[in-house]
């Protein structure tokens, strides 16, 4: 049995929880490096900080937190605030995937990046008043290539949506990515009836189909999905996070 480290990181607006199979104390250094980074930047373009809209970074370094969360902007139409979260988790992954990790889950907030190489993870889906909120999870069999999930909400949490729906998960080969969707796709998850709120939702995810590997859109009763998801698995209440074969978030 591999041993795993566990660590919480509690960072102002930043709280992430990290397992993994190599020693994390030395990430609390890179994620407060890489908050800075945002910080000093807004300073002198505040617009990056609250416009609700696309913003053009001037950047041509490829790991540049700037340039990655305007980017998943730029694709999803959204401010590059939307995708901090997904941005540092999926950061925080490459960093330790360089220091020799084959499996690692980084959850900041709810927004997530990992790598499973050698065993299955289960991530469980909250999804606020709706009936099945934390009864499903995605079950993610061992891979080669990291993955980013992120879920958005109009009813859960303190992010701005203009929509209601209850969770609208984003599964992408970027977490950034996810991120930004998840918020443009949870903005447009509005109607009349549950229903039409879940189909407008839907229709939205259609138009990001090369960007992203999945959706599931949950408002109350209603359900929708799109793209190739991973199993849905029941979880049961008394299942803890365990190492042994399979991860449970």
């Known amino acids: 049995m591999v041993n795993m480290f566990k660590k919480n990181f509690d960072l102002e607006e930043t709280k992430i929880s990290i397992v993994s199979d190599i020693e994390v104390d030395f990430l609390k250094k890179f994620i407060i490096s890489k908050r800075n980074e945002i910080k000093d930047y807004i300073s ?33 139409n959204v401010g590059p605030m939307a995708a901090v979260a997904g941005t540092i988790s999926q950061l925080t992954i490459e960093e330790l995937i360089k220091n020799g990790s084959e499996f690692s889950i980084v959850n900041n907030g709810g927004d997530i990046s990992f790598i499973n190489k050698n065993r299955k993870v289960i991530c469980g889906i909250y999804s606020g008043n709706s009936s099945i909120s934390a009864e499903l999870g995605f079950e993610f069999k061992p891979q080669k290539s990291p993955i980013g999930l992120a879920t958005s909400s109009g009813t859960v949490g303190y992010s701005f949506s203009y929509g209601r729906g ?18 443009a796709i949870a903005n447009k998850v509005v109607g009349k009836t549950d229903d039409e709120a879940v ?10 189909e090369e960007y992203i590997n999945g959706v599931l859109i949950i408002l109350g009763e209603s359900i929708a999905t799109f793209g190739k998801l991973p199993n849905l698995v029941n979880l049961k209440k008394e299942d803890n996070l365990k190492f042994e074969e399979d991860t449970i978030i």
């Open 44 to 76: 002198n373009h505040y617009s990056f900080f609250n416009s609700h809209k696309s913003v053009y970074v001037e950047s041509n370094e490829e790991r540049d937190i700037i340039k990655i969360m305007a980017e998943a902007g730029k694709i999803a």
């Open 166 to 183: 209850d969770s609208i998960s984003v599964i992408s080969d970027k977490a950034s990515v996810a991120d930004a969707i998840a918020t």
């Open 199 to 208: 189909e407008n939702g839907l229709n939205t995810a259609l138009e990001f």
